[in-house]
């Protein structure tokens, strides 16, 4: 989205709609701002959802070529009371494909070989992923006092704290950079990992915080905890129409045909509410209402509506024209770090793998200083993301790690990843498939101190009644946070809308 120099230039009287009663505009169609529209409408608001590009779904693109399919962003999520929900209205349970039974296993380099991360208490005392030293530091934790301080800590120091340093470098920090792309150095313990944070405030510690809640024996507890930063977390969303949902089991999934399935079918249900490639350009309040200026140079449209749900980035606010009032709160929020990720999918011919794949994929410490941070095995994880007698690859550069090397070009990232896949899983030979798709803000960082940009989001919806910010930098990095958090900020606004009339 870019600014606006002077809308009242462009804009006259002809181009206004006045909106209807109870109208909301949605700006952003990813996946937070498309359940929020879908949402709504379903609660019988009138919706306008603004997409700057020519389609939706934000980072979550499919691609499918000769045979490979490539995600463009996340590969798959983890599936709530909330998410089953959704994809139960959208009617696309035929569509989706549980993960692999074998992607339990999960792979972390050290020392230049693949360990499957343990899973079990008795794989964590045989494992050779961390030293006997290690191990016993693990079953330490109980005795370790909770902090003495209130402020904020990063992930890195916690882990430290607890744990010991080869369980943040061998199994916290891959983790980290597989789901922020981030450095457990500089995110906040409290805003990545909330829950292993409550866990040790609330009972003093890791183990005796999982046995009150899994009652697990403490060898199980405390390997436990270092497992759960492995999970992208998912939140549950209630809805005050509906009685809350009955427990139902977490799948990791995705889609016959991709990720994009979803967005898609998002998309088919807000026919007639979508307008893509017209990004907004202009947000100010009138008369107790939000007048939304959007459009390309020359065609921009003046639409006013009784409520605004900001579901972009945290940057995009930073290139729009906005009230000095709605500036002055959300300036720490336009900062929001996100570190640039390239994602590199490579299709092999079977034989010239040596590594059997059976798992998740692999994981690299930062200690083991390779050109990569991950490596999906996706054809492994779903079926037919490759063709007969193919694997795929996914990796992933850049991130908060190495920024510089997620803008290489194609041909320099071919080769550097290549080099690392050579050593580590034994690929032979020149891969007959390749997909990069290059993000310059990936994931938003929650850094130590991130409470300021929460605290300035809160005030800014505050200062500005009926203006609503929503996704991935508030409430959750995964796409299941991002559903969860499309449907509460729906809730809420309609709560408002209710008060308002």
Known sequence: MRALADHRDIVSSADTDAGGHRSVAVVGAGITGLVAAYELRRRGVNVTLYEASGHTGGSIRTSRTDGFLAEHGPNSFVTSAPVEALITQLDLQDDVVEANPSANRRYIVRDGLLRAFPTTPAAMLTT??????????????PLVRRRATDGDESVASFVR????????????????SAIFAGDPETLSMVHAFPRLFELEQQHGSLSAGLMATRGRIPTAATHE?????????????ESAETAPAPATRARLISFVDGMQTLTEALEASLAGTLRLGCPVRLLHRDEGRWVVEAGQDGGARSRTVD??????PAHVLAAMELPAALRKHAALVERVEYPPVSTL???????DVAHALDGFGMLIPA?????????????SLFPERAPDGHVAITCFVGGARMPERAREDTDLLVE????????????????????HVYWPRAIPQYTVGYQAVKNAVDETEL????????????NGVSVGDCVASGQQIAQRVVSYLTRAS
């Open 367 to 379: 200690t083991e200083k390779r050109s990569i941070l991950g490596a999906l095995f996706s054809s």
């Open 416 to 435: 550097r990843v290549l080099i690392d896949l050579r050593q580590l899983i034994g690929v032979r030979g020149e891969p007959v498939f390749a997909k």
């Open 225 to 237: 905890a270092t497992h759960e930063a492995t999970n992208e977390a998912t939140h549950e969303a």
């Open 128 to 141: 050779r992923l961390f030293s006997l030293r290690a191990k016993l530091r693990v079953l330490l934790e």
């Open 161 to 176: 704290r607890r744990l010991g340093p080869e369980v943040l470098d061998y199994a916290v920090d891959p983790f980290v």
């Open 345 to 351: 999918t490579l299709g092999f011919e079977r034989e």
């Open 307 to 312: 409520a605004v749900v900001m579901a972009t």
């Open 463 to 474: 200062a500005n009644p009926g203006l609503y910010l929503a996704g991935n930098y508030r």
